[in-house]
């Protein structure tokens, strides 16, 4: 399967604790997204690379938030200090650089904070 | 006032049915757009850009109309595997702003 991967597919864990989510984009995509979706509500962007640079940040982004894309491969997204306001599905997406509006989403990491 | 705003339905409609879908957007700077499908806990996908001219693909035809800030989707000849949340994509700078998605539920 070459499509977009993210890992783990759930996870739980308590406030306060740290998470990490790893993304493996599309290995041809030079375009790495990382949204945020509750339900009933649409995907809100929060960040985006272009290789490994971390070009945009959204103000959704709080400083407990950081990604990084450190070769330009995949990408992790962390949170610190874990809140239940971020239980959310986490989705990343990547996309050619020209054709940014055909994004490939991966499955997303579904986070619940407890 | 969200960016992409969309009535949440939903959308029952029996199969064989002609479906439209609206949805405004409020920032004029917006360049393209477009519609996404998600299907129920799975992710997004493309389904068509949006042209002023409009855009059909099958079944589906979209269309935008700048003066008024909004668009629409039309399904013709409704299927089960239509079932879906569409999600109507504005694109500014460089990223997606996604509506809040409208809800279709087709009935046999």
């Known amino acids: 399967d070459t499509g977009v991967s993210q890992d783990p597919r759930h996870k739980i864990t308590k406030r306060g604790q740290n998470v990490t989510f790893r993304c493996d984009p599309i290995?041809?995509?030079?375009?790495l997204y990382w949204y945020r979706q509750t339900l009933g509500q649409g995907p809100e962007f929060l960040t985006y690379f272009q290789n490994e640079a971390q070009l945009e940040k959204s103000r959704l982004l709080s400083d407990r938030f950081s990604a990084e894309r450190p070769k330009g491969s995949f990408s992790t997204l962390e949170i610190q200090r874990t809140e239940q306001g971020d239980s959310a599905m986490y989705l990343c997406a990547s996309s050619f650089s020209g054709r940014i509006y055909e994004q490939y989403f991966g499955p997303g990491t579904r986070l619940t904070v407890t | 006032r969200k960016e992409v705003e969309q009535d949440p339905g939903p959308f029952n409609v029996p199969e064989g049915a002609t479906v439209a879908f609206n949805c405004t957007y409020s920032?004029?700077?917006?360049?393209?757009f477009f519609w996404y499908r998600q299907d129920c806990r799975k992710e997004p996908k493309l389904l068509m850009s949006?042209?002023?001219s409009g855009n059909e693909d099958g079944r589906f035809t979209a269309q935008l109309n700048r003066a008024s800030q909004y668009i629409s989707l039309l399904i013709r000849d409704s299927k089960l595997s239509d079932s879906a949340t569409y999600l109507c994509v504005s694109e500014y700078g460089n990223k997606l702003v996604f509506g809040a998605g409208t809800i279709l539920r087709v009935k046999s």
């Open positions: 920032n004029s700077a917006s360049q393209s």
């Open positions: 290995s041809e995509h030079n375009r």
């Open positions: 949006v042209y002023s």
